[in-house]
Nanobody, 114 residues
Framework: QLQLVESGGGLVQSGGSLRLSCSAS????????VAWFRQAPGKEREGVSC????????RNSESVKGRFTISRDNAKNTVFLQMNSLKPEDTAVYYC???????WGQGTQVTVSS
């Protein structure tokens, strides 16, 4: 069964950092572009950043440019999202997915306190 698992979320103070991980079971992420998304309470899911199978970064949301960095480690079958200088408005459930997409995972909650 294709499955994505997000982890690494938590509660952090404004200005802090977190690193999220996206891993896959039953398939390899190597051949896929992978994107991070987030969904804040009462808002639609939005794209945050995307990385191609080659490692090239194809998109960063304007709201996270200069603060968030997406990367991948194909040997570990994992994609990361390093989040620095976190702000309260970054509070959301963060998800990853491939291109083309597979079933969504549970996501990981990120809460930034002011």
């Amino acid at each position: 069964q294709l499955q994505l698992v997000e982890s690494g979320g938590g509660l952090v103070q404004s200005g802090g950092s977190l690193r999220l991980s996206c891993s896959a079971s039953a398939f390899s992420l190597d051949d896929y572009a992978v994107a991070w998304f987030r969904q804040a309470p009462g808002k639609e899911r939005e794209g945050v950043s995307c990385i191609r199978s080659s490692g090239a970064i194809t998109r960063n949301s304007e709201s996270v440019k200069g603060r968030f960095t997406i990367s991948r480690d194909n040997a570990k079958n994992t994609v990361f999202l390093q989040m620095n200088s976190l702000k309260p408005e970054d509070t959301a459930v963060y998800y990853c997915n491939t291109r083309p997409s597979v079933p969504w995972g549970q996501g990981t909650q990120v809460t930034v306190s002011s």
